[in-house]
């Protein structure tokens, strides 16, 4: 008959073991439902103290083991595992560990399109690439581990999917004034990195430096560059003699007889032209990216155009948007692109180096030589492959 007489209590630990049970005598012996997970200590039973096969599909009876109790089973033991989600935004009170796959079709929270990231605790850290950013327009190179795109002319940048980039954006120059002139200003200077693109084609303008003054009138501003949202002011025209020189993303260095530099405007993207001395044979220097022009100190003092700024945005370090050197004493143009001023007896202003938005030079008093041109002003726009 079934046994129903010995309960947990009555065996002590290890007194009954697989070698001291006869094969086969345990089976139908034990009365169904007699044990039950009550009766079984927790880790009471291990693999180890299982024999091989002595548990068989034979032995198990029908309907003991459901689908409700493997998915209690199941979901418990998921529950302590990292967490994995599927969204377009990031998952909210993460979990060190959890996964999470961003479905949206742009960059989110640092994570790009369609790639998986991991929350290491602090923040969400990319897992995999996902669908690599890429782009045409410009001329394309490769440096430093950056795609860069650089448009020494207008054109259109058109990314595969939506990401983010970082860009230099410079105007054209302003051209140098006339008749002891000013030098023109650079071009307004712009650059940042993170800027958000949506996949579509963005326009790109490169702005054309502003023609040097052949006649008794101020250099002519330079034209604006454009990546996007994104515009860069062109550079403002050296001054003639006795005037206020025009502003612009780097104000134009004022003329001789008082002239007076212009500012830049709008702030943020240059510096202002210097101010012109008493003696009206002396201009001063345009305004540069990095610093502003020289004022001129005296009819024999040449007064240099405004320092440029560095940037390694196409993988090695350039120098551009320097300001023009002011006329008459041939002031040297700012470093990064500036034209040299007119001197007495010689040529008139130098231009402004193309494709760096650097100011012209202001031209010299003698026999009223003209300015030089600005130089014409650059887009690059890059991002890591």
Request: aromatic letters at 4%; a neutral charge; charged letters at 10%.
């Amino acid at each position: 008959m079934p046994i129903s007489k010995i309960n947990t209590s009555s065996i002590t630990d290890n007194s009954v073991t697989a070698g001291k049970i006869v094969a086969g005598a345990v089976d139908a012996d034990i009365a169904a439902g007699s044990i039950d997970t009550a009766q079984i200590a927790d880790d009471a039973i291990t693999t180890a103290k299982i024999p091989n096969n002595a548990i068989t599909t034979a032995k198990i009876p029908n309907d003991a083991v459901t689908a409700d109790k493997l998915a209690n089973a199941i979901n418990t033991s998921i529950a302590a595992k990292a967490e994995v989600v599927k969204s377009t935004t990031a998952p909210s009170s993460p979990a060190a560990g959890d996964l999470w796959f961003n479905t949206s079709t742009s960059t989110v929270s640092g994570i790009g399109v369609k790639a998986l990231a991991v929350y290491n605790g602090t923040e969400w850290k990319t897992a995999s690439a996902g669908t690599p950013f890429s782009a045409t327009g410009g001329t394309i190179t490769t440096a430093g581990g950056y795609k860069i795109h650089t448009f020494t002319s207008s054109g259109t940048f058109t990314p595969a999917i939506a990401g983010t980039v970082e860009y230099l954006v410079i105007a054209g120059g302003g051209g140098g004034g006339y008749n002891a002139g000013g030098g023109g200003g650079a071009g307004g200077y712009l650059t940042a990195t993170g800027f958000s693109v949506a996949a579509t084609a963005l326009t790109v303008t490169v702005g054309a430096g502003g023609a040097g003054a052949a006649s008794n009138v101020n250099g002519t501003s330079g034209s604006n560059s454009v990546f996007s949202s994104i515009t860069a002011t062109g550079g403002g025209g050296g001054g003639k003699r006795a005037v206020t020189a025009p502003s612009g993303g780097s104000g134009g260095g004022g003329g001789g007889d008082n002239g007076q530099g212009g500012a830049a405007s709008p702030s943020g993207q240059g510096n202002a032209g210097g101010n012109g001395s008493g003696s009206y044979t002396t201009g001063a220097g345009g305004g540069g990216a990095g610093a502003a022009g020289a004022n001129s100190s005296g009819e024999n003092s040449p007064s240099v155009g405004g320092a440029g700024l560095s940037s390694s945005i196409n993988g090695s370090a350039v120098t551009r948007a320097g300001g023009g050197g002011g006329g008459k004493n041939g002031g040297a143009g700012g470093a990064g692109g500036g034209g040299a001023g007119g001197t007495t007896g010689s040529n008139a202003g130098v231009a402004g180096t193309a494709n760096t938005g650097g100011g012209g030079g202001g031209g010299t008093n003698v026999t009223y030589y003209a300015g030089g041109a600005g130089g014409s002003g650059i887009v690059i726009v890059r991002y890591a492959v």
